[in-house]
């Protein structure tokens, strides 16, 4: 039910009917070319279909008419998405003779997000998001409550059922969105209950005071309840910042929060400096994580290095340096979401990986210049641990600087020297070209022998990498494992310890391990350290993971690999007809007890081998699961295992 305030607003508030909804153009193309509108058609492109549902709930809340966000897994697979916003105009449009309801549901680009007196700021597709939900979904159906009465039509595969029908009355306002994804189009319809917790909890942080509920009618807790989760917050910001430090210790007791608007665009900041050694900025356009920064990551960027450079110099804390302080070094160990909301922000790329309105720079770079003076000037305390973090981070970059630079020798801007152990390709095209980071000699040893030396590369890697979550950077460069991943790939760091890829010599990197516990850790640590230094390669679709058998299941001369219990199952019954002693089970421990043959067969041949690619669709979640992970503090990565050892894979 709406509070009364809630309802005195929207009447307040300039009509939304369907005068305000336009069209841009049709949806023909939605259901031939999904990963156009999506970004794919697997697990990634499954769930966006609910993000894009609850996005428009959120623009109801942006523009200050919703306030609560109810989504439901149901039984049967679909998703609901029900919202205490206006409603969805369900009034005939003139120029269409149809209702907008309809219009919106079956329409691309058409919405009142186009319409700036409707929604000031949205996220979203641009318009196109509902309607390729329902394009997608076998069947979807949409209930509208609004001026006291109740409206519904139902869609197949995007085609109207029907025209709008009213069904009776009511005193709730919103819309609701029930919809089964089409499984003649996606990989998968399953949707992961923590994947969908992962977002709605962001959301929560990113618009303070929306209360947004998950539920999942498919599984039920120890006392008979379906599973729950409510997402709501009233510090916003600071306590995402707080949210995602848990795991660290902090320099100063309480994140610093600013906030303002100018020219219509509304900057959030939050920061908050700790121990370690990585920065962590994530930064939110209109609540869209732009994964690759922009304009508004640039500003609050300028600002923090002139704010703290300016208090440090005037408070005569680096005269005893004899080099000059950088912004890197004002950025180590900071933990910051930057969060603006833009009433035409201009994405660069179909994936909106980044901001490019050139004017959001300056705005916030104002905002949060002069917020963080202030706060210097009033905290001198917080201001002198954080500045004397930075000297000690200065003083340990001029050590990195020289690792760095014996990297860059070998690695072919000095030389063409490349890691002894690296079994290169003879295919000089990197768009061609594999390498293959192995468990070590043994397996590497095998790998060698196994390849296809036209396009495979191998790199065996002695034990575990270091842990660079626990290290300083000089310490990272000092490690021979890690040099060799630099000097093999063909990749450096420039001053700015920005990934400079003009050299990379392979467009696929493979990590495989062991499918054994040690397999995992030494998987986690690789990973962590190209999601701290390499997270480029990641988000350009470079990085994957191996994925060997761990089962060879035999009888006679019939053979048959399997890479979980219940394929090992399915083998013995298949190969068995019943009796499971006329069968032998192999359990691979190690890619070393594999042949060569049998290694290319399963894990290496393209035509046959499965691989995971490393995406990040939540950089701000990742960023916390692998700091709880490699980090110092156990009880929180004691509880995570608990909760997900009966997955035994590590997911990413």
């Not at 641990?385 to 020798?409: D, G, P, S």
Request: glycine share 8%; charged share 30%.
């Amino acid at each position: 039910m709406l509070t009364e305030e809630l309802q005195t607003m929207k009447k307040k508030a300039g009509e939304y009917t369907a005068d305000n909804i336009q069209i841009l153009e049709g949806l023909e193309a939605v259901r031939k070319r999904p990963a156009m509108f999506i970004g794919d058609i697997g697990v990634r492109g499954l769930h966006h279909l609910v993000y894009e549902v609850v996005d428009n709930s959120i623009d109801e809340a942006l523009a200050g008419f919703a306030r609560n966000i109810e989504v439901t897994i149901n039984e049967d697979g679909s998703v609901s998405v029900l919202d205490d916003g206006r409603g969805i105009p369900v009034d005939i449009m003139k120029k269409e003779g149809r209702s907008a309801l309809e219009v919106v549901m079956t329409v691309l680009h058409a919405g009142g997000k186009f319409n700036k007196d409707t929604y000031k700021v949205s996220g979203g597709l641009h318009g196109v998001g509902v309607s390729c939900v329902n394009a997608l979904s076998q069947w979807l159906i949409a209930t509208v409550y609004r001026d006291g009465k109740i409206y519904r039509q139902e869609y197949e595969r995007g085609v109207p059922k029907y025209k709008v029908k009213e069904l009776g009355t009511t005193s709730r306002s919103g819309t609701e969105v029930t919809f089964l994804p089409d499984n003649t189009i996606f990989k998968t319809t399953e949707f992961k209950y923590d994947t969908i917790a992962a977002r709605l909890r962001e959301l929560a942080f990113l618009n303070k005071g929306v209360r947004l509920t998950l539920t999942d009618k498919r599984e039920r807790d120890e006392k008979g309840h379906y599973v729950s989760d409510v997402f709501h917050s009233e510090g916003g910001l600071k306590e995402f910042v707080a949210f995602l430090d848990m795991n660290r210790t902090p320099l100063i007791e309480e994140p610093i929060f600013m906030e303002g608007e100018r020219e219509q665009v509304r900057v959030e900041v939050a920061l908050q400096y700790n121990s370690s050694f990585n920065e962590n900025a994530h930064s939110y356009v209109n609540n869209i994580n732009t994964v690759e920064g922009g304009t508004h990551v640039s500003g609050f960027r300028r600002a923090l290095t002139r704010a703290f450079k300016s208090y440090g110099e005037k408070n005569n804390m680096f005269a005893k340096l004899d080099f000059d302080i950088t912004g890197d070094d004002f950025r180590e160990g900071l933990t910051a979401v930057i969060s603006v909301k833009v009433p035409e922000p201009q994405f660069e790329g179909q994936t909106k990986a980044k901001l490019g309105n050139s004017e959001v720079l300056g705005i916030v770079d104002q905002i949060v210049g002069e917020h963080l003076a202030n706060y210097l000037e009033e905290h001198p305390r917080e201001a002198k641990a954080i500045l004397q973090k930075v000297v000690l981070t200065a003083t340990a970059r001029n050590a990195a600087r020289k690792a760095r630079e014996l990297v860059q020798r070998k690695n072919g801007l000095v030389g063409n020297g490349l890691p002894g152990k690296l079994a290169d390709c003879s295919d000089t095209d990197p768009g061609n070209c594999e390498i293959f980071l192995v468990e070590g000699d043994s397996a590497g040893g095998t790998a060698k022998q196994g390849r296809d030396r036209r396009f495979q590369a191998v790199l065996p890697l002695r034990g575990k990498i270091l842990n660079v979550e626990k290290a300083m950077e000089s310490k990272i460069y000092d490690n021979e494992e890690i040099r060799n991943i630099f000097t093999a790939l063909g990749v450096h760091l420039n001053d700015s310890k920005e990934l400079v890829l003009d050299k990379l010599r392979y467009h696929k990197i493979i990590i495989m391990t062991d499918a054994d516990v040690d397999g995992s850790h030494i998987t986690t640590l690789i990973l962590t350290f190209f999601f701290r230094y390499m997270k480029q390669l990641i988000l350009n679709g470079h990085v994957y993971i191996a994925a060997p058998p761990l089962y060879l299941v035999k009888k006679g001369k019939e053979q048959v690999y399997c890479w979980d219990d219940d394929e090992r199952k399915a083998a013995i019954k298949k190969l068995g007809g019943g009796k499971d002693d006329s069968v032998t089970v192999q359990r691979y421990k190690g890619l070393g007890e594999m042949n060569a043959e049998q290694l290319w067969e399963t894990t290496m041949n393209p035509e046959t081998r499965t691989l995971w690619q490393v995406t990040i669709e939540d950089a701000a979640e990742a960023d916390r699961i692998f700091s709880m992970l490699m980090g110092d503090d156990v009880p929180p990565r004691r509880e995570f295992i608990e909760k997900h050892a009966r997955y035994a894979r590590l997911d990413v």
